[in-house]
């Protein structure tokens, strides 16, 4: 801004020469070309176009005069400068220019300004959905990047869900950030990316079923309580002292005596006497030839049963609905669903207790030479339907509240798995899910009465996640009726 010296010279002038007149009719150039630089630049900026605004809206602009002389020495620029506001007052001549607090230009305020100018947008994504969005060998982020002439910044943290994209102007970054969502909306819908969370009803916490379920995964995989006895009769065996024998044949002087007998010298490691046992006196035992593990590896890999398909027992559980959750935003949504439902649940299951009975197998897809999923089918003691009621009271909150993805809630079917062939170890993620035979299975615990049990609660469960007791991660949980005594 011009200095306060000037200000008091230029409104003497006025007063002098134009006391008719306002002080705003010195705005006008013909008047005063040296001070109608500041006053037209004022008025171009609140009619000019918007961008020439938002360019400039960062930069703090000052008017300041500067004289064309050299800089000779401090005093003498004060001189230099007191002269030449004297000049702007006589004769209404100026040399001012445009500059930054930095001391440039306006013409290299102009282009600093500009390159410095960044937009950028925080989009919450979900640390499930980034793979997404960098593509195989991040080919789908260099395409978003050429497009939009955007840059994404990715988290350094697994844990957190959002990216950052920056670029030049707020039409590339929109640009970019509906790429981005048409990417995210593909995925969802999509095989490709699994279940993240879910509405489960716990069973592990009865210790009976627990024990039940151990003997079923031992049972199936070969592992039989005489293979435990065996293992401890060889531990306690590895106490006993080991002994080295030596087999002799006592001589008799008679060639053709078919009486000779078998001596056998046997010590004991570490004993300083032998002792002589007749050989023709220990009975002779045979043994059955052991199964090698090589026959028993080969049989599991031919019915494709291995370890890893089978239920932890301290997961089991009542499955309600799969939910894919894949940023804070859902899971905090879902939460607060699942709380808001639970008097309607109460009044669904007429505050009174409820019990299941688990009887028997049964396949949920596939067949059984060829089955995927093996499950224990549920059955509500008494026959009254308020568990399937109380079910779809949950259900019915999610798909209102947009939780639920596609058709994951057309078919309400409770069940309790035992065996997903999903959970079977691949080298890739997209690697095929091979089925195994469960015909063996079925002769076994096709009428398996696995019990009756009391529902306590319904959980959101977190896939992937677990809690100390070994259930999957409780994000929310609301109560059941309960007065059974866990068993």
């Known amino acids: 801004m011009i200095t306060c010296r000037s200000l008091l010279r230029l409104n003497f002038l006025v007063r002098e020469t134009a006391k008719s007149k306002p002080f705003l009719d010195f ?228 060639q053709h005596s078919t009486e000779t007998p078998l001596v056998a010298e046997v010590k004991a490691v570490g004993a300083d006497t032998h002792v002589r046992v007749n050989i023709a006196n220990i009975p002779l035992v045979s043994y059955p030839a052991k199964e090698s593990k090589a026959t028993s590896s080969s049989k599991m890999i031919d019915s494709g049963i291995e370890k890893s398909i089978f239920i932890k027992p301290t997961t089991f559980h009542l499955t309600v609905l799969m939910l894919k959750l894949w940023n804070k935003e859902r899971v905090k949504s879902a939460r607060e669903v699942l709380q808001s439902v639970s008097s309607k649940v109460m009044d669904a299951l007429e505050n009174r207790p409820l019990s299941i009975r688990l009887k028997g197998l049964d396949c949920m897809r596939g067949s059984k030479a060829k089955a995927f999923v093996l499950y224990a089918p549920v059955e509500e003691i008494g026959g009254e339907g308020r568990l399937l009621r109380a079910c779809k009271v949950i259900t019915d909150a999610f798909v209102d509240a947009g939780l639920v993805v596609g058709n994951d809630a057309a078919q309400l079917k409770l069940h309790a798995t035992l065996m997903n062939a999903r959970h079977r170890k691949r080298k890739t993620r997209s690697a095929r899910v091979e089925p195994f035979d469960a015909r063996g299975i079925f002769e076994l615990y096709d009428n398996e009465e696995w019990g009756e049990y009391c529902i306590s609660e319904a959980h959101l469960s977190q896939r992937f996640a677990f809690d100390e007791n070994g259930y999957y991660h409780c994000c929310a949980s609301i109560p059941f009726p309960e007065n059974m005594q866990k068993n």
């Open 27 to 254: 705005q006008k150039p013909k008047f005063w070309h040296g001070f109608s630089c500041e006053l037209n630049m004022d008025a171009r900026s609140s009619r000019g176009n918007v961008n020439d605004r938002k360019t400039r809206q960062n930069v703090r602009q000052t008017w300041r005069a500067v004289s064309t002389q050299p800089d000779r020495s401090e005093g003498d620029g004060e001189k230099l400068l007191a002269r030449n506001r004297g000049e702007e007052a006589c004769h209404g001549t100026s040399s001012t220019v445009l500059i930054a607090e930095g001391g440039k230009s306006d013409k290299s305020l102009d282009e600093n300004s500009t390159s410095a100018k960044k937009h950028s947008l925080s989009m919450e994504i979900g640390a499930s959905l980034m793979r997404f969005i960098k593509g195989n060998g991040g080919d789908t982020q260099k395409k978003i990047e050429v497009e939009t002439r955007v840059k994404i910044i990715f988290p350094s943290s697994r844990k957190e869900d959002s990216i950052l994209l920056e670029g030049n102007s707020a039409e590339s970054i929109t640009q970019a950030s509906q790429m981005i969502q048409t990417i995210i909306d593909k995925a969802v819908n999509s095989r490709e990316l699994d279940y993240s969370h879910f509405v489960s009803l716990p069973l592990a916490i009865y210790p009976g079923l627990l024990d039940k379920l151990v003997n079923f995964q031992d049972t199936i995989l070969g592992k039989t309580a005489d293979d435990k006895d065996k293992n401890t009769d060889n531990e306690n065996h590895s106490t006993v002292p080991k002994v080295s024998a030596e087999l002799k044949a006592n001589k008799n002087n008679n």
